[in-house]
């Protein structure tokens, strides 16, 4: 009988504690939700072009004092110093500054230069040229909208070895030399959008900085699996792209580049001059 008493408590101690975990259980899910739906309506705002045009002209190579600036997301910054007294750092550099040119890829695989502001088609097929003043770390990220995790496209195993280390006044095209036994058609080594139906636009994120980002690879390894692997370094949260843009200091123009429809980002800030975070959008028809 004591034996009955003893399991009858027992079960009610299980089902009590069952009846407290399952609240504390579904909050723990209800904020998981919010964080997601704050994530979602802060990407709205961050995630988009910045860059203010001007007619006038930057001079991209003269050389200016800027200040060095430590970034948690960066490979300077040193976790164990901890000066009494702030140092600051200043250096004799260009500007940041980083030139786009978008180019429509035809069937045989010619590129024609084409203005960033028309509308495109998911039958299109793109490529990116993008080049920098000076030696630093690029990344390029694609999203099919702010909201979305973004696809790392540079780094890349097709482009300079795997590499996102570039060099100053190097053209660098992306995607290019794509194996045959995975792209047999030299049209289809480019961007390939996205249907209308999933995406009206699609968002382009480049990152060109100072110091390599320790939260995205550096070096791409040639897996050869597949083209997505080849074309792809991974995946970037939106949360994580946020984090990278309202940490930076920088302060954007547009101005024309080497040609027509060639758009140079540059960062004017010799405050924090440490990266050029900028987003370009590419609309689509409905066709």
Same mark, same amino acid.
């Given at each position: ?18 009846? !407290?975990?399952?609240?504390?259980? *579904? ?69 940041? *500054? ?34 920098? $003043?000076?030696?630093?770390?690029? #990344?390029?990220?694609? @999203? ?19 590499? +996102? %280390?570039?060099?100053? +006044? ?9 194996? %045959? ?14 249907? #209308?139906?999933?995406?009206? @636009?699609?968002?382009?994120? !480049? ?7 320790? $939260? !995205? ?26 984090? %990278? ?10 101005? @024309? ?11 004017? +800030? ?11 959008? !590419? ?5």
């Amino acid at each position: 009988m004591k034996f009955m008493t003893a399991t009858k408590k027992l079960k009610f101690i299980i089902f009590a504690f069952g009846m !407290l975990v399952l609240p504390l259980g *579904a909050l723990n899910v209800s904020a998981q939700v919010d964080d997601v739906l704050v994530v979602r309506q802060k990407a709205k705002k961050t995630i988009r072009p910045k860059a203010k045009p001007v007619s006038r002209k930057v001079n991209v190579t003269r050389r200016v004092t800027i200040v060095r600036v430590e970034k948690k997301s960066r490979s300077n910054y040193n976790k164990t110093k901890r000066p009494v007294k702030k140092v600051v750092r200043t250096i004799q550099v260009p500007l940041l *500054a980083a030139q786009l040119r978008l180019l429509s890829v035809d069937n045989e695989g010619k590129e024609t230069e084409v203005a960033p502001f028309v509308a495109f088609t998911p039958n299109d097929r793109l490529r990116m040229s993008i080049k920098a $003043n000076q030696t630093g770390y690029l #990344y390029v990220i694609r @999203q099919a909208s702010p909201e979305d995790d973004g696809e790392i496209i540079f780094p890349t195993t097709l482009v300079n070895n795997g590499s +996102n %280390l570039v060099k100053a +006044n190097v053209e660098y095209i992306l995607p290019k030399n794509c194996p %045959l036994e995975y792209v047999p058609e030299p049209r289809d080594c480019a961007l390939q959008l996205f249907p #209308y139906s999933e995406s009206p @636009q699609e968002y382009f994120t !480049l990152i060109f900085t100072r110091d390599s980002l320790i $939260n !995205l690879p550096n070096d791409v390894k040639n897996t050869r699996v597949s083209l997505a692997n080849l074309m792809s370094a991974g995946k970037i949260s939106a949360k994580t792209m946020i984090d %990278l843009i309202e940490d930076s200091g920088q302060d954007l123009i547009s101005q @024309q580049g080497d040609t027509p429809f060639a758009m140079r980002i540059v960062n004017i +800030n010799p405050k924090d001059n440490e990266e050029i975070i900028e987003t370009f959008v !590419l609309s689509k028809l409905n066709k």
